[in-house]
């Protein structure tokens, strides 16, 4: 029973929401009848927006208290939409760098990952400005495993190929402490339920715990398999994998296998 319970947890296609109608909050997101269409569902009424017509869409949060969401679409583009108004989407940072998933926390920060491996930690004000309100961070500044409490065990020659995480720093204006460690593009991303975690994953089994405040990763681990989903339900967090295997993390004891896969 304990596993079946577990697996419901990602019952529905990303991003998380409860599989059950009922236990779903009274305001939420998923996907409309067509790939490029998302829903916003109320107790009175369902709206119905398509940030780019024609273009799958890949992923979507609803930041918390709003009717607005942050969705990525097929085209590599991000957007933030208010789902109840009339006026046109606007793209997310500069256009062009492949955002694959998105992930929204309660503290007020969304990120953003995309096909090259990274990953953009950003504060939800701000994001109105559209693509002019955050500039592009510079390559040259990244470093590989910088403030890492679990550095990757790959050869130095694969740095390169890392992903970076970028966090954006409110008091100085500009992407600061960044260091590389994903290697192939984010399959997913959440948030700890306080805001100040971060969960990420990628295609190659990469799974990343990464403090926001302090940008110091705390834990790090790679997979045999690629990761396909990462579900926090209160202070659990659940990390599934392309085989079906089911992993637990917490903060003392890191991943621990719960379900074998096929």
């Not at 296609?13 to 305001?27: G, L, Q």
């Not at 583009?77 to 998105?102: I, M, N, Q």
């Not at 109105?128 to 050869?155: L, Q």
Request: net charge positive; charged share 25%; hydrophobic share 35%.
């Amino acid at each position: 029973m304990a596993t079946l319970l577990l697996l419901a947890l990602f019952a529905a296609d990303a991003p998380f929401v409860p599989a059950d109608r009922e236990s779903r909050p009274d305001v939420y997101l998923t996907r409309g009848e067509t790939k490029d269409e998302v829903l916003l569902v109320t107790p009175n009424r369902t709206y119905r927006r398509t940030p780019e017509p024609q273009t799958k869409v890949w992923d979507f949060a609803l930041i918390p208290g709003t009717s607005t969401a942050l969705v990525a679409v097929q085209s590599g583009h991000a957007y933030v939409l208010d789902l109840r108004a009339e006026e046109a989407p606007k793209r997310v940072l500069p256009s062009g760098r492949g955002f694959h998933t998105v992930a929204v926390s309660r503290g007020g920060l969304v990120a953003l990952g995309d096909w090259s491996g990274n990953v953009y930690v950003l504060p939800v004000d701000g994001l109105d400005a559209g693509e002019t309100a955050f500039p592009s961070p510079s390559p040259a500044k990244a470093r590989r495993g910088r403030r890492a409490a679990h550095r990757p065990r790959y050869p130095v020659d694969d740095a390169s190929r890392f992903g970076v995480v970028y966090i954006w720093s409110k008091k100085d204006s500009q992407w600061s402490d960044v260091y590389r460690y994903h290697c192939g593009y984010v399959t997913d991303m959440q948030f700890s339920a306080d805001g100040k975690l971060l969960f990420s994953a990628d295609q190659n089994g990469q799974f990343l715990v990464t403090e926001v405040n302090s940008r110091k990763v705390q834990y790090h681990r790679r997979l045999g398999e690629s990761i396909t989903q990462i579900a926090v339900k209160d202070r659990r967090v659940y990390v599934r994998t392309c085989g079906g295997a089911l992993h637990e993390w917490d903060e003392r004891k890191g991943l621990r296998l719960v379900e074998k896969g096929t």
